[in-house]
């Protein structure tokens, strides 16, 4: 059975850092892409970043380009996210995926995690 | 970026009603997806590939279309699809959902 957990989330203040992980299991995790999608309150769904599945490659759109970095270890299979010069629309619970390879849809989300950015 | 625009927005339909989400892009793409979200939940694919149906995914549900109209059609409605449905793509960067389309039972 595929299992994605999400862990780091919280409270953290206007400008700081916080790095997110996502423990995975139940499949082969360096043969897929990866990627972290979130949810602000009450709000639609956003794509926030991708890896390859050697971690070569990246990709993010501009609203969190040059802030966020996804990064993979697949000896451990593990994902994560490093969220910098956090906004407060960065507010958002955020879910790890497995991504189809090539990359295309989400075949699995994680439960999410919730990231307050706030004074 | 390619924009998706969802109709409607909000819905409501009997047991046993069928029912479809359209999904309409502000350019061509060439393959669209489909997620649903119950309530408190996390996203599900349904529809990979405009029109092929996840594993597990019950085949009242299915999908259609080409290069900007696409929708989601539920044969008869049930209970259980009370959700909010949401169409994804990634023709081009950025990948990029649509707003989403709530569906509520009557």
């Known amino acids: 059975e595929v299992q994605l957990v999400e862990s780091g989330g919280g409270l953290v203040q206007p400008g700081r850092s916080l790095k997110l992980s996502c423990a995975a299991s139940?499949?082969?995790?360096?043969?897929?892409?990866m990627a972290w999608v979130r949810q602000a309150p009450k709000k639609g769904l956003e794509w926030v970043a991708t890896i390859s599945t050697s971690g070569s490659r990246t990709y993010y759109p501009d609203s969190v380009k040059g802030r966020f970095t996804i990064s993979r270890d697949n000896a451990k299979s593990s994902l994560y996210l490093q969220m910098n010069s956090l906004k407060s629309e960065d507010t958002a619970t955020y879910y790890c995926a497995r991504q189809s390879s090539p990359p295309g849809w989400f075949a699995y989300w994680g439960q999410g995690t919730l990231v307050t950015v706030s004074s | 970026e390619i924009v998706l625009t969802q109709s409607p927005t909000t819905t409501a339909a009997s047991p046993g009603e069928k029912v479809t989400i359209t999904c309409l892009a502000s350019s061509s793409v060439s393959n669209m997806y489909w997620y649903q979200q119950k309530s408190g939940a996390s996203p599900k694919l349904l529809i990979y590939s405009t029109s092929s149906l996840a594993s597990g995914v019950p085949d009242r549900f299915s999908g259609s279309g080409s290069g900007t109209s696409y929708s989601l059609t539920i044969n008869t409605m049930e209970a259980e699809d009370a959700a909010t449905y949401y169409c994804?793509?990634?023709?081009?960067?950025?990948?990029?959902f649509g707003s989403g389309t709530k569906l509520e039972i009557k």
């Open positions: 139940g499949f082969t995790f360096s043969n897929y892409y």
């Open positions: 994804q793509q990634w023709s081009s960067n950025p990948l990029t």
